[in-house]
Each structure stands twice: as C-alpha cells, then as structure tokens.
C-alpha cells in the first residue's frame, strides 16, 4: 500500500487539498498524458490531511471526473487512514 508522501509535489505526485471534480479530472488528464503518478486527495503540499473524505463522496468525485475525461480514463483508488 502506498505511504503518503513527505515531499511536496511532483511530475508523478499530485496533492490535492480539497476534493472537486474539475480539478480531479485536470489532474487525472495530466498524469495520463505523462508517464501515470499517484494523487492523494484532502492532504496539502506537506502531506498533512486538510479534511476528512468518506469513500462514498469520493466515489461519487471520481464518476463526476471521469465524466469529464475523453476518451474515459481507468481510475484505480485506495482509501488510507
């Protein structure tokens, strides 16, 4: 299993402090047109958690994201406490 990150983010890593669907799918692109990465949502740049997320919402911001990525991109996600 992944460990959250110690350093900020990079060309494989993105933190996303707060959970909204554009910014998802801005990311999701952006790693799919590169070499993939991993994304941690609701922690900031030093990897400190921001907010609680419940999987069900993030479910529910992951098929709004994907919605807006053409082609459709295959997400894969894993909830860390």
Partial sequence: MPRPPHAGPSQLLALLPDADAQTLA???VAF???DGGTLYVG???RGHPTEA????EF????RQAEALCRPPLPVEWQQLD
């Avoid at 997320?53 to 069900?56: D, I, K, Q």
């Fill in 43 to 45: 922690m900031d740049e």
């Fill in 59 to 62: 479910e529910e911001l992951v």
């Fill in 26 to 28: 801005e990311t999701l």
């Fill in 53 to 56: 997320l419940f999987a069900e």
């Fill in 32 to 34: 799919a047109n590169a």
